[in-house]
């Protein structure tokens, strides 16, 4: 190669292209000479250097290369193991986990270690025969046979680990040389960098050429699979190579959705009407016949299946279709509510059902009420719904009783110097109460009719009850506090009470209560406005001065309601005037209502 000549300006070295152009002969096949040849003489020369431009010379001075061979001998064949398993590692890493989810690298027969959730590849030393008998025998013994994979193959193990050997020597190499403070574009770490990526692909290499060949279980045997290690650079993904080919093979599938998943699953593995769910997994685990797939595949398959109601499951059980078609049901929504008085618009929805039937005070049978529509009002606290099929696919279900709520609503107001408090169920309901803070439920007096307020009384707790339907309790903060200001109302004296909103009556019945009860007490009103308004109407306004009494107003509307045929009495008014504070306090005790001192005068 003219590196050792004396002559001045001599050629020095060689380019690899000079190289091959040199080797070339008819029927040499010269595209395997850079990577088979050359690279492979690169790393075993001792006395090969490369010059600035990249050619190629000898010296008679040892290069990188023995020094690689130097450190690499010197490690020990479980310094090499354990090189090759790191590799090994990180080439098979089970990143997506869809076809095996735990590997093992060159593991003792009793390290091996197989689940009933888990695929286990196993990547083992080569032997003659393939997989090596005693590992075939421990596959064979397995319960759960379904749940291991070899990787191995014929080939000496012994140039791996020598590939492995001089790749761990080459990176100590590298590591020892840049704590040495050597410059990234030295020549020596250079040509180093070069070598361990001819070392990479060497390693690469055997790695293809020793491990050629996949063992799974199938059926009652074991198959075997060819396996291409396709590299794409210095970058492999063996899980993903793993995956195709076994899926050329049918043992892997990634079909794990439709019909024909679950036909495949309840023909192999849900070969009975019911099963435990936990045994469907186990007989995935235990029968060879059954792909592999997404670790989660059959969980969501149950979970599809339950969706559809192909599949059922109760109490750990799942079962398979066809199933009877199911009983009829109802759905009762409830659309509003009043609360003042518990009236109900309900929504009423048959289940696998064209008819509804309604019964008041019993059970709905084919002989209550048929429903007309799907809409229905009520006040009552219980109604019993049934639906019925009048095809007769479907059977009668169960009929099904809807509950009101009870609502409580309270009132206090003054009676004197009393607070008196009012309380009012709705629907109509047993009420209970008890004013020092006790459940009213347990220990509740009975309420009859608006009561005394103990003199002290913080609060006041109610609860409703009927048919074993209890309302929420209703708690009544009751308020003692008196402002600087108020004054007791003197009962002997005149007085006039201006509410803030005035007083206000919409229609006939409670205008002519208004009226009698303000006779009834002594009272007037002023700051009147009286209507009577149908098709047409009358309007009356008094000046603010102008009071009538209760009687006197009931002429001026019996007046007005005489220019029409027909109308609503309306009334309003700003002020109530009683001739005592007495009869006033009478009047509100009366309408039950709060008297705040602020809007009376005096």
Known sequence: MASLANVPDATRGLAIPE????????????????NEVIGKFLTAAWYLHTAGDGKLFFRNVQNLVARLKATAEAYLRDQSIKELKARLEGMFEAELGWCYQKLQILPAIDEIDVAQDKVTLVVAEPH????????????????????????????????????????????????????????DQDPQL???RDLLDRIVTQFLSATRETFTTLHFPVAEKTMSADFLMEFTGNRYKGEEQVIKALKAKQKYTDDVSGDTF??????????????????????????????????????????????????????????????????????????????????????????????????VGGVATTASQL????????????????????????NSGKAVTWRNTITLKSRVYQAGDDKMLELRAAPSADIRYSTEGSDPKMFGATYEAPFVVPS?????????????????????????????????????????????????????????????????????????????????????????????????????????????EEGQVTIEAKALHFPTGAQLLDYVEDIKAQLPRSEVEP
């Open 456 to 564: 002290g009384t913080r609060l006041v707790l109610a609860v409703g009850e009927k048919n074993g339907i209890y309302s929420d309790v209703l708690r009544i903060d009751i308020d003692w506090s008196r402002k600087p200001e108020d004054k007791p109302i003197d009962k002997e004296a005149p007085a006039t009470w201006r509410p803030a909103d005035g007083v206000a009556f919409r229609d006939t019945r409670t205008a002519y209560g208004f009226m009698t009860r303000l006779a009834k007490f002594g009272g007037e009103a002023s700051g009147l406005h009286i209507q009577v308004l149908g098709s047409r109407w009358v309007d009356l306004s008094l000046e603010d001065s102008i009071r009538l009494g209760g009687a006197r107003m009931e002429q001026e509307v019996e007046q007005l309601r005489g220019l029409l």
């Open 19 to 34: 190289l091959i152009a040199n080797l070339c002969a008819p029927e040499r096949d010269i595209s395997r000479l850079k």
């Open 371 to 394: 429903l007309a529509g799907r809409d229905y009002e009520t006040d009552l606290l219980e109604i019993s719904f049934l639906a019925v099929d009048s095809s007769g696919k479907h």
């Open 262 to 359: 679950r036909l495949k699953a309840e023909q192999r593995l849900f070969t009975q009407k019911q099963v435990l769910w936990s045994e469907i997994k186990r007989r995935a685990a235990i029968n060879p016949a059954w792909q592999w797939h997404r670790a989660d595949a059959l969980d969501r398959l149950k979970e599809d299946c339950i969706h559809k109601d192909i599949w059922r499951e109760a109490g750990g059980y799942v079962e398979k279709g066809p199933f009877p078609l199911p009983d009829t049901d109802v759905k009762v929504q409830v659309l509003t509510r009043d609360d003042n008085t518990g009236r109900c618009k309900l929504r009423v929805n048959p289940i696998n059902a064209d008819r509804v039937y309604v019964e």
């Open 190 to 192: 250079v040509q180093a």
């Open 128 to 183: 003659q025969s393939g997989l090596h008998p005693d590992l075939k025998a421990y596959a064979d013994q397995l319960t759960f046979r379904n749940r291991l994979c070899f990787l191995t193959g014929q080939r000496n193990f012994d140039a791996l680990l020598n590939s492995a050997k001089e790749l761990k020597a080459i990176n100590q190499i590298i590591g020892e040389l840049v704590a040495e403070g050597t410059a």
